[in-house]
């Protein structure tokens, strides 16, 4: 099952468990709804158009700017140069239940990630800093050799 929803002047064609990027959205509690659902197909492959009773849902994964475009404006002959950079900003989006005439199409849950344990903490309780400070050799500095300067040729004719 897929929909097709309108958001921030594009369309974009998503399913139950896909991530995009849209224009910056407002959100509740992580969660955004699309009501503008312009195609919606069902599992027997048949396209409906829906009345306004469809709905995409999504969960919000984080927001952020894009890659930086250059704009740049000139005129010849006129000694006029304007350089501007812009970096648009978005909101990460996963869908994550699309709803239409009774039926709902959910994603699958994803599994919650765990804390990794440290390794510097569990490092630094085994061995104190003084025998670490000890057991490191002293790095020894490499003396600076002096620089050779390239000899010039001389092309002169001989008389």
């Given at each position: 099952?897929?929909?097709?929803?309108?958001?921030?002047?594009?369309?974009?064609?998503?399913?139950?468990?896909?991530?995009?990027?849209?224009?910056?959205?407002?959100?509740?509690?992580?969660?955004?709804q699309?009501?503008d659902?312009?195609?919606?197909?069902?599992?027997?492959?048949q396209?409906?158009?829906?009345?306004?009773?469809?709905?995409?849902?999504?969960?919000?994964?984080?927001?952020?700017?894009?890659?930086?475009?250059?704009?740049?404006?000139?005129?010849?002959?006129?000694?006029?140069?304007?350089?501007?950079?812009?970096r648009?900003?978005?909101?990460s989006?996963?869908?994550?239940?699309?709803?239409f005439?009774?039926?709902?199409?959910?994603?699958?849950?994803?599994?919650?990630?765990?804390?990794?344990?440290?390794?510097?903490?569990?490092?630094?309780?085994?061995?104190?800093?003084?025998?670490?400070?000890?057991?490191?050799?002293?790095?020894?500095?490499?003396?600076?050799?002096?620089k050779?300067?390239?000899?010039?040729?001389?092309?002169?004719k001989?008389?």
């Amino acid at each position: 099952m897929y929909a097709v929803i309108r958001t921030g002047g594009k369309q974009y064609r998503v399913t139950p468990g896909d991530i995009l990027r849209v224009e910056t959205q407002p959100n509740e509690n992580g969660r955004v709804q699309f009501g503008d659902v312009l195609a919606v197909s069902g599992g027997d492959g048949q396209i409906a158009r829906p009345d306004s009773d469809a709905l995409v849902t999504g969960e919000v994964l984080g927001e952020g700017r894009g890659k930086k475009v250059i704009v740049f404006h000139y005129k010849r002959k006129k000694q006029y140069k304007k350089l501007q950079g812009h970096r648009q900003a978005f909101t990460s989006v996963r869908i994550t239940e699309i709803a239409f005439d009774g039926q709902k199409f959910t994603a699958p849950e994803l599994p919650k990630k765990q804390a990794k344990p440290k390794k510097a903490a569990a490092e630094s309780e085994a061995t104190p800093k003084a025998e670490t400070k000890a057991a490191k050799p002293a790095a020894k500095k490499k003396a600076a050799a002096p620089k050779k300067s390239a000899a010039k040729k001389t092309t002169g004719k001989k008389k």
